[in-house]
T-cell receptor, first 116, second 112 residues
Framework: EAQVTQNPRYLITVTGKKLTVTCSQNMNHEYMSWYRQDPGLGLRQIYYSMNVEVTDKGDVPEGYKVSRKEKRNFPLILESPSPNQTSLYFC???????????????FGDGTRLSIL | LAKTTQPISMDSYEGQEVNITCSHNNIATNDYITWYQQFPSQGPRFIIQGYKTKVTNEVASLFIPADRKSSTLSLPRVSLSDTAVYYCLVGARAGGYNKLIFGAGTRLAVHP
């Protein structure tokens, strides 16, 4: 089954404790992206990756890191989490970047992070 | 960068047609317009995508005027299960790569 898998789905942790949210897709998609969603703010893009070893900042990259060493995986790293990073996070992938193709993005089921 | 503007919320009743309009005045030549639907605690789900004129699928229709500065998502005969947030998405170019911008979304409430 074609899907985007995020882990963990829920996490409560404390300020400053490094954490990684994994994202994996099985559709051989080139484009992957991370979003955060906060009440009243909709979805905001954190980072995106056009292909292996190619990543770029989205609208709210501060406090986050990503890597794209393999095509299928795109982990989101919070080196020193802070309470303002408490949010609902979504990973997404598409065959290519949406703007130049008619390939929609497929989203994971989300990861709810609480930073105390 | 092409940003989008949508109504914050809309109300409708079962069986009615719902039209949600999105403004994207700075849309680029190669940009596609995409609409997504999101239920609470779930990831957005693709509904429809178009470039110009009209696109229709089994779920919705998308109307795009010639100047492409706006688009209208049309949901025929909505039901309670169509209650969700609807996002208009326009691909934006930044530094040679595609940077995607979600609007704030339109919260549609369908009433019995």
């Amino acid at each position: 089954e074609a899907q985007v898998t995020q882990n963990p789905r829920y996490l409560i942790t404390v300020t400053g404790k490094k954490l990684t949210v994994t994202c994996s897709q099985n559709m051989n998609h080139e484009y992957m992206s991370w979003y955060r969603q906060d009440p009243g703010l909709g979805l905001r893009q954190i980072y995106y990756s056009m292909n292996v070893e190619v990543t770029d900042k989205g609208d709210v990259p501060e406090g986050y890191k990503v890597s794209r060493k393999e095509k299928r995986n795109f982990p989101l790293i919070l080196e020193s989490p802070s309470p303002n990073q408490t949010s609902l996070y979504f990973c997404a992938s598409s065959l290519t970047g949406v703007a130049f193709s008619n390939q929609p993005q497929h989203f994971g089921d989300g990861t709810r992070l609480s930073i105390l | 960068l092409a940003k989008t503007t949508q109504p914050i919320s809309m109300d409708s009743y079962e069986g009615q047609e719902v039209n949600i309009t999105c403004s994207h005045n700075n849309i680029a030549t190669n940009d596609y317009i995409t609409w997504y639907q999101q239920f609470p605690s779930q990831g957005p789900r693709f509904i429809i995508q178009g470039y110009k004129t009209k696109v229709t699928n089994e779920v919705a229709s998308l109307f795009i005027p010639a100047d492409r500065k706006s688009s209208t998502l049309s949901l025929p005969r909505v039901s309670l299960s169509d209650t969700a947030v609807y996002y208009c998405l326009v691909g934006a170019r930044a530094g040679g790569y595609n940077k995607l911008i979600f609007g704030a979304g339109t919260r549609l409430a369908v009433h019995p």
